[in-house]
């Protein structure tokens, strides 16, 4: 006899719902096993060619009622009106993971009754490569934290972290290749300042990328300068121009405040959410 199957609901197969989706059926999950909800019914036939096998309904009741797990990835100002219409249909034994930028797990926690983990995936999903941060909601075993973080390990890497770090988890590594995707670029651009073809200054730069970011699981940065600094040299006199242009400071800096309007933005759809629920 196989062991438990489980079922999934995502409501939101938009660009990471629907990621989510075919990470789910290349790590190997049924796609008989997995519905979805879009808002539109055009977007029906989007999903239907992108994702063949996988049932896909604008009706929520319809897509959650016999899942396990349910993961909401619509945006934070469409939470209330993708939940309150199920708030009755889901029950305290599906777990949901939200994906939703910006929204707790307790305003989720005051909408419906079900076990809620609060998920910030990166878009390194789609390629398996993604880093994903998981928060334990107040109704959640260690049980549902492992499912959690399974699910999204099949995607990449999953931490566990404390639903507080969010907002600069947001910033960090939800953010971060938008802010890696410039360095790059700025680096491919100084070959082109340099004369580089520009096809050769592109592989440079990717490549160099790639084998920093390698080489930087294994070795403290320290020790990575150190080894490619010869006194005297190259390097240090670059090393020079981004200490005086204070590069590492502007880096915090640019977490720092996008940081802050993740925190801008969730205390802003707390409050609409709680007085929409209140009324
Ligand atoms: N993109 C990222 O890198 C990233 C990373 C981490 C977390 N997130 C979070 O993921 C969430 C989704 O982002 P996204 O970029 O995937 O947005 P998106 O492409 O706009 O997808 C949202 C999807 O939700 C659907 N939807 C809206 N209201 C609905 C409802 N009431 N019932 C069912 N489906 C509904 C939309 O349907 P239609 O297609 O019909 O409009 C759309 O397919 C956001 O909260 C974001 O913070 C995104």
Redesign the pocket.
Known sequence: MGGFIARYAI?????????IAKSLIKSGVDPASISG????????S??RHELPDVFVS?N?AE?VKDADIVI?????Y??L??LM?IRNVLSSDQLLI??????TTSVIEGIVPSKVIR?????GIVIERGVTAVAPGSRTSNDDVKRACDLFGSMGRCIVVNERYMDAI?AIS?SG?AFMALILEALWEAGLLLGVPTDISWELAVGTLETSAELLRFRKPWEVVEEVTTPGGVTIRGIRVAEEGGLRGLIMRMIEETARRGREISQEIEMSIRSKISE
Do not use: C, H
């Not at 409501?11 to 990621?19: C, D, P």
């Not at 998920?119 to 878009?123: D, L, S």
């Open positions: 409501i939101g197969l938009g660009k990471i719902g629907t990621a909800s879009v808002r539109r019914v055009e977007s029906v989007r999903v604008t929520n897509v909401l990835a619509v945006k934070p469409q939470v009106d993708a219409p939200s994906v939703v930028a910006g929204v998920a910030m995936p990166n878009i947001t939800g290749p």
